[in-house]
């Protein structure tokens, strides 16, 4: 996948290093109210267009996104207040499976936002 975007990103950059190669001449762009004139290369105006096209849409999709962004931010709070509430609930039964078994009880551990259980080896087999 590496190679692929690699291989792409240099058949771009060719083509648009032929682009400007190919566009140098001279262009005069004027903002009509206003009374600026520019005169700088073609490949620079139609290049620039474009970056700044992407960078337009880029903020867009930025602020299209935030409802996902905040309903992100909702699920990891709501997902911190529960492994507060399961430490809480935990420590809670502690007790009280010592006093009826007479014996420390098993640490089950706190489990990770990757799935695995705090405290164990990584080894299979193993906790």
């Known amino acids: 996948m590496r190679f692929v975007r690699w291989l792409i990103a240099v058949v771009v950059t060719v083509l648009l290093v032929i682009f400007a190669i ?3 001449q001279s262009v005069e762009v ?9 005169t700088t290369r073609l490949f620079v105006v139609v290049l620039g267009g474009v970056v700044l096209a992407f960078l337009v849409g880029q ?4 602020l299209g996104a935030r409802h996902w962004r905040q309903e992100v931010r909702q699920k ?3 997902i911190e207040a529960l492994e507060r509430e399961l430490a809480a609930t935990q420590a809670q039964l502690r007790p009280s499976e010592e006093l009826a ?3 420390p009880a ?3 551990g706190r489990v990770d936002h990757q799935g695995a259980a705090a405290g164990t080896t990584g080894t299979p087999g193993t906790i």
Not at 30 to 38: E, M
Request: hydrophobic letters at 50%; glycine letters at 4%; zero cysteines.
């Open 22 to 24: 190919s566009n140098r």
């Open 106 to 108: 098993a640490d089950f």
């Open 59 to 62: 903020f867009v999709a930025w």
């Open 76 to 78: 990891r709070r709501r």
């Open 30 to 38: 004027t903002f009509w109210p206003l009374p600026v004139a520019i």
């Open 101 to 103: 078994s007479g014996k």
